[in-house]
Protein backbone atom coordinates (compact mmCIF):
# COMPACT_ATOMS: atom_id res chain seq x y z
CA UNK A 1 0.00 0.00 0.00
CA UNK A 2 1.45 3.93 -0.72
CA UNK A 3 2.83 5.26 2.56
CA UNK A 4 1.52 8.93 3.19
CA UNK A 5 4.34 10.98 5.00
CA UNK A 6 3.37 13.55 7.69
CA UNK A 7 4.45 17.03 6.30
CA UNK A 8 5.63 19.41 8.63
CA UNK A 9 4.60 22.64 7.57
CA UNK A 10 3.40 26.85 9.19
CA UNK A 11 0.12 27.46 8.66
CA UNK A 12 -0.49 31.08 8.58
CA UNK A 13 -4.09 33.01 8.73
CA UNK A 14 -3.33 36.65 7.52
CA UNK A 15 -4.31 39.28 5.71
CA UNK A 16 -4.79 38.46 1.91
CA UNK A 17 -3.11 41.06 0.45
CA UNK A 18 -0.12 40.47 2.79
CA UNK A 19 0.04 36.89 1.66
CA UNK A 20 -0.32 37.45 -1.81
CA UNK A 21 3.16 39.58 -1.69
CA UNK A 22 4.66 37.33 1.18
CA UNK A 23 7.99 36.82 0.73
CA UNK A 24 8.23 32.88 1.01
CA UNK A 25 11.64 31.25 0.53
CA UNK A 26 11.85 30.05 -3.38
CA UNK A 27 12.74 26.38 -2.23
CA UNK A 28 9.66 26.17 -0.43
CA UNK A 29 5.94 25.09 -1.56
CA UNK A 30 3.43 27.45 -0.61
CA UNK A 31 -0.11 26.23 -0.86
CA UNK A 32 -3.42 28.80 -0.73
CA UNK A 33 -5.78 27.17 1.32
CA UNK A 34 -7.80 30.01 1.66
CA UNK A 35 -7.87 33.88 0.97
CA UNK A 36 -6.40 34.33 4.06
CA UNK A 37 -4.73 30.97 5.04
CA UNK A 38 -1.39 29.97 3.91
CA UNK A 39 -0.13 26.83 4.34
CA UNK A 40 4.16 26.47 4.09
CA UNK A 41 6.68 23.64 3.84
CA UNK A 42 9.31 23.08 5.32
CA UNK A 43 7.93 24.96 8.57
CA UNK A 44 9.30 28.66 8.24
CA UNK A 45 12.36 29.80 9.37
CA UNK A 46 11.14 33.53 8.95
CA UNK A 47 8.48 34.13 10.23
CA UNK A 48 8.61 37.86 10.64
CA UNK A 49 8.14 37.66 6.77
CA UNK A 50 4.89 37.81 8.05
CA UNK A 51 4.38 39.41 11.22
CA UNK A 52 6.31 42.71 9.90
CA UNK A 53 3.28 42.96 7.82
CA UNK A 54 0.20 42.01 9.95
CA UNK A 55 0.89 42.21 13.48
CA UNK A 56 -2.06 39.83 14.24
CA UNK A 57 -1.11 37.06 11.85
CA UNK A 58 -1.49 33.73 13.06
CA UNK A 59 1.23 31.01 12.65
CA UNK A 60 1.32 27.85 13.84
CA UNK A 61 3.41 24.95 13.58
CA UNK A 62 1.31 22.68 11.28
CA UNK A 63 1.68 18.82 11.82
CA UNK A 64 -1.70 17.54 10.48
CA UNK A 65 -1.68 16.85 7.08
CA UNK A 66 -0.20 13.99 5.19
CA UNK A 67 1.17 13.51 1.19
CA UNK A 68 2.27 11.30 -1.26
CA UNK A 69 3.77 12.47 -4.81
CA UNK A 70 2.95 10.55 -7.29
CA UNK A 71 4.02 10.20 -11.33
CA UNK A 72 1.48 12.83 -13.21
CA UNK A 73 0.40 9.55 -15.49
CA UNK A 74 -0.59 7.55 -12.60
CA UNK A 75 -2.53 10.61 -10.42
CA UNK A 76 -3.80 11.46 -13.64
CA UNK A 77 -5.30 8.37 -13.66
CA UNK A 78 -6.28 8.06 -10.61
CA UNK A 79 -8.14 11.44 -10.23
CA UNK A 80 -9.92 10.12 -13.71
CA UNK A 81 -11.68 7.60 -11.24
CA UNK A 82 -12.05 9.31 -8.29
CA UNK A 83 -12.72 13.70 -8.72
CA UNK A 84 -16.18 14.58 -9.67
CA UNK A 85 -14.62 17.98 -10.23
CA UNK A 86 -12.33 19.77 -13.29
CA UNK A 87 -9.06 19.75 -12.36
CA UNK A 88 -7.30 23.09 -13.73
CA UNK A 89 -5.03 22.63 -16.56
CA UNK A 90 -2.36 24.97 -16.16
CA UNK A 91 0.86 23.91 -14.29
CA UNK A 92 1.93 24.31 -11.49
CA UNK A 93 -1.36 24.60 -10.21
CA UNK A 94 -3.30 24.16 -6.16
CA UNK A 95 -6.35 22.50 -6.35
CA UNK A 96 -8.37 21.26 -3.22
CA UNK A 97 -11.54 19.69 -3.16
CA UNK A 98 -13.29 15.76 -2.51
CA UNK A 99 -11.08 13.12 -4.15
CA UNK A 100 -12.61 9.65 -3.38
CA UNK A 101 -14.45 11.15 -1.19
CA UNK A 102 -11.84 12.63 1.05
CA UNK A 103 -10.88 16.20 1.56
CA UNK A 104 -7.50 16.34 -0.27
CA UNK A 105 -5.24 19.25 -1.88
CA UNK A 106 -2.92 18.70 -4.59
CA UNK A 107 -0.49 20.72 -5.84
CA UNK A 108 0.27 20.13 -9.56
CA UNK A 109 3.24 19.61 -11.32
CA UNK A 110 4.09 18.88 -15.14
CA UNK A 111 5.55 15.81 -13.64
CA UNK A 112 4.45 14.82 -10.71
CA UNK A 113 1.28 15.51 -8.50
CA UNK A 114 1.47 15.48 -4.45
CA UNK A 115 -1.60 14.46 -2.51
CA UNK A 116 -2.50 16.31 0.87
CA UNK A 117 -4.93 14.83 3.14
CA UNK A 118 -5.94 15.24 6.90
CA UNK A 119 -3.81 12.61 8.54
CA UNK A 120 -6.29 10.91 9.65
CA UNK A 121 -7.42 9.94 6.72
CA UNK A 122 -4.16 8.86 5.17
CA UNK A 123 -4.68 5.24 5.47
CA UNK A 124 -8.19 5.68 4.24
CA UNK A 125 -6.93 7.41 1.48
CA UNK A 126 -3.89 5.07 0.47
CA UNK A 127 -6.69 2.02 0.37
CA UNK A 128 -8.65 4.00 -1.83
CA UNK A 129 -5.54 4.86 -4.16
CA UNK A 130 -5.28 0.97 -4.30
CA UNK A 131 -8.78 -0.21 -5.38
CA UNK B 1 -24.11 15.19 -11.48
CA UNK B 2 -24.79 16.76 -8.39
CA UNK B 3 -25.46 20.61 -7.74
CA UNK B 4 -22.87 22.76 -8.60
CA UNK B 5 -21.81 25.44 -5.38
CA UNK B 6 -19.78 28.42 -6.94
CA UNK B 7 -16.83 28.70 -3.81
CA UNK B 8 -14.68 31.48 -4.97
CA UNK B 9 -11.26 30.79 -4.01
CA UNK B 10 -12.22 26.62 -4.87
CA UNK B 11 -13.90 26.83 -7.93
CA UNK B 12 -17.58 25.14 -8.64
CA UNK B 13 -17.68 21.99 -6.44
CA UNK B 14 -20.31 18.84 -5.94
CA UNK B 15 -22.79 20.19 -3.02
CA UNK B 16 -21.68 17.15 -1.06
CA UNK B 17 -18.46 18.76 -0.09
CA UNK B 18 -20.32 21.27 1.34
CA UNK B 19 -22.33 22.22 5.06
CA UNK B 20 -25.67 23.90 4.83
CA UNK B 21 -25.90 26.90 7.16
CA UNK B 22 -29.15 28.57 7.55
CA UNK B 23 -29.06 32.61 7.65
CA UNK B 24 -31.54 33.05 10.47
CA UNK B 25 -33.83 35.80 10.02
CA UNK B 26 -36.26 37.27 12.35
CA UNK B 27 -39.17 39.70 11.04
CA UNK B 28 -38.25 43.48 11.89
CA UNK B 29 -41.72 43.82 13.18
CA UNK B 30 -40.89 41.11 16.00
CA UNK B 31 -39.56 43.88 18.44
CA UNK B 32 -39.81 41.86 22.05
CA UNK B 33 -36.17 40.50 23.04
CA UNK B 34 -37.39 37.60 24.21
CA UNK B 35 -40.01 36.59 21.20
CA UNK B 36 -37.12 37.07 18.58
CA UNK B 37 -35.11 34.68 20.23
CA UNK B 38 -38.13 32.05 19.97
CA UNK B 39 -38.40 33.15 16.40
CA UNK B 40 -34.88 32.44 15.32
CA UNK B 41 -34.78 29.63 17.29
CA UNK B 42 -37.91 27.74 16.33
CA UNK B 43 -39.88 29.79 13.21
CA UNK B 44 -37.28 28.66 10.62
CA UNK B 45 -38.44 30.22 7.00
CA UNK B 46 -39.14 27.80 3.92
CA UNK B 47 -39.40 30.27 1.34
CA UNK B 48 -40.38 29.18 -2.04
CA UNK B 49 -38.19 30.98 -4.32
CA UNK B 50 -34.50 32.79 -3.93
CA UNK B 51 -33.53 32.61 -0.43
CA UNK B 52 -30.21 33.54 0.99
CA UNK B 53 -28.31 30.75 2.52
CA UNK B 54 -24.46 30.32 3.38
CA UNK B 55 -22.64 26.99 2.89
CA UNK B 56 -19.45 25.80 4.25
CA UNK B 57 -16.94 24.34 2.18
CA UNK B 58 -15.62 21.28 4.37
CA UNK B 59 -13.62 19.73 1.96
CA UNK B 60 -12.41 22.65 0.06
CA UNK B 61 -10.81 25.97 1.93
CA UNK B 62 -12.87 25.69 5.10
CA UNK B 63 -15.13 28.86 4.33
CA UNK B 64 -18.01 30.19 4.26
CA UNK B 65 -20.11 31.06 0.70
CA UNK B 66 -23.18 32.94 0.45
CA UNK B 67 -25.56 32.55 -2.40
CA UNK B 68 -28.87 33.13 -3.10
CA UNK B 69 -30.62 29.59 -3.96
CA UNK B 70 -34.11 29.50 -6.10
CA UNK B 71 -35.82 26.44 -3.73
CA UNK B 72 -37.90 25.83 -6.81
CA UNK B 73 -35.48 24.75 -9.01
CA UNK B 74 -32.64 24.32 -7.00
CA UNK B 75 -30.63 26.55 -9.56
CA UNK B 76 -28.14 29.15 -7.65
CA UNK B 77 -29.05 32.95 -8.68
ZN1 LIG C 1 -13.70 26.56 -1.19
Known amino acids: MPALKRIAATRIVAQPQVLDSADVPQSSLALRFAADELFVTPPLQDETIITAHDPHAILIREGGFAGIWLPAEEAALFLARNCEWEIPNGRPAFAQGAVASIPTKLWLEDEQVLFIVPAPYAHDFAERMQD | ?77
Open chain 2, 1 to 77: MSIQIPCPHCGPRPIEEFAFGEILAVPDQITDPDERDIDRAFMHNNPEGPQREAWFHTYGCRRWVTLTRDTRTDQII
